[in-house]
């Protein structure tokens, strides 16, 4: 097995638990578009080489646990959020220095906030007397740029937000639209693939990368399936499925969650037969 996580403390966890299988195990710590260079020094082939590939998306209940990596709206900690503690980037670099529109694109495209300018424009006017540095700081700013009455619907104020700087800092919608190619790429005949999102920007990604490998590659318009141009892929799942309401009550954080899987079905154009 490899695992691959950019958390050194994930890596770390996971060393301890699969102690006793460490001689099939290699943990790599990279981003999940590391994936080729990982196959690639544990002397795999990138192409249909890898029986299974699972990607467990988004922010982990240790991350969020953790108060001082600054994910958690809930808990006051350094504006950080960055998931590889090494790379450069904050969220308070982001809340502090990107231009007004920059924020707004940010909180709009990854966070689906629908009051982005507004909390922007706000942002920038207190940044200029004092820069954020405190969860809390930001929490509190966002309570006064949300109307009262959105922020008594549709969960807590600051839970887009954080979600939006989250992303940006970790560029993690890049890194997924490069990964699951690449793993698509990697497996073998009948293997599976199986991807686990926690919010629809993730979801979306995976929806349309999924039916493009389920689909035929006959050219549209032909009568009939050319030969060795069928689907390379087929789903597993019935669109995305999700935890029940006995795992939710076991598991609050399951609740999110919205799993497919594919199974490879026919080697890829040009790659040799068994």
Same mark, same amino acid.
């Given at each position: 097995?490899?695992?691959?996580? %950019?958390?050194?403390?994930?890596?770390?966890?996971?060393?301890?638990? &699969?102690?006793?299988?460490?001689?099939?195990?290699?943990?790599?710590?990279?981003?999940?578009?590391?994936?080729?260079?990982?196959?690639?020094?544990?002397?795999?082939? #990138?192409? $249909?080489? *890898?029986?299974? *590939?699972?990607?467990?998306?988004?922010?982990?209940?240790? +991350?969020?646990?953790?108060?001082?990596?600054?994910?958690?709206?809930?808990?006051?900690?350094?504006?950080?959020? =960055?998931?590889?503690?090494?790379?450069?980037? #904050?969220?308070?670099?982001?809340?502090? #220095?990107?231009?007004?529109?920059?924020?707004?694109?940010?909180?709009?495209?990854?966070?689906?906030?629908?009051?982005?300018?507004?909390?922007?424009?706000?942002?920038?006017?207190?940044?200029?007397?004092?820069?954020?540095?405190?969860?809390?700081?930001?929490?509190?700013?966002?309570? $006064?740029?949300?109307?009262?009455?959105?922020?008594?619907?549709?969960?807590?104020?600051?839970?887009?937000?954080? +979600?939006?700087? %989250?992303?940006? *800092?970790?560029?993690?919608?890049?890194? &997924?639209?490069?990964?699951?190619?690449?793993?698509?790429?990697?497996?073998? *005949?009948?293997?599976?693939?199986?991807?686990?999102?926690? +919010?629809? &920007?993730?979801?979306?990604?995976?929806?349309?990368?999924?039916?493009?490998?389920?689909?035929? =590659?006959?050219?549209?318009?032909?009568?009939?399936?050319?030969?060795?141009?069928?689907?390379?892929? =087929?789903?597993?799942?019935?669109?995305?499925?999700?935890?029940?309401?006995? $795992?939710?009550?076991?598991?609050?954080?399951?609740?999110?969650? =919205?799993?497919?899987?594919?199974?490879?079905?026919?080697?890829?154009?040009?790659?040799? +037969?068994?």
């Amino acid at each position: 097995m490899i695992g691959l996580d %950019r958390d050194p403390s994930a890596l770390q966890i996971a060393r301890g638990r &699969l102690a006793p299988f460490a001689d099939r195990i290699t943990l790599v710590h990279t981003r999940y578009d590391g994936i080729v260079n990982a196959l690639t020094e544990s002397g795999y082939d #990138t192409v $249909e080489s *890898v029986d299974g *590939v699972l990607f467990d998306l988004g922010v982990s209940s240790m +991350q969020l646990d953790r108060a001082e990596r600054g994910f958690a709206y809930a808990k006051d900690a350094p504006l950080d959020m =960055r998931m590889d503690p090494s790379s450069s980037l #904050t969220a308070a670099d982001i809340v502090n #220095t990107y231009s007004e529109a920059e924020l707004a694109d940010i909180l709009h495209r990854y966070g689906e906030e629908r009051f982005a300018r507004r909390i922007a424009a706000q942002l920038v006017r207190r940044r200029a007397r004092t820069p954020f540095t405190t969860t809390a700081e930001l929490v509190a700013l966002l309570y $006064e740029a949300i109307p009262a009455p959105a922020r008594r619907t549709g969960g807590h104020p600051a839970k887009r937000t954080f +979600q939006a700087l %989250r992303v940006a *800092v970790n560029d993690e919608l890049e890194s &997924l639209r490069n990964a699951v190619p690449a793993a698509l790429d990697a497996l073998a *005949v009948a293997g599976r693939i199986v991807v686990m999102a926690y +919010q629809s &920007l993730e979801d979306r990604i995976v929806k349309r990368l999924f039916a493009d490998a389920t689909a035929s =590659r006959t050219p549209p318009g032909l009568p009939m399936e050319l030969p060795g141009h069928g689907p390379l892929f =087929r789903s597993l799942t019935h669109g995305a499925e999700k935890a029940d309401a006995a $795992e939710v009550e076991r598991n609050p954080r399951s609740a999110p969650v =919205r799993l497919r899987a594919l199974q490879r079905i026919e080697h890829a154009r040009g790659k040799a +037969q068994a």
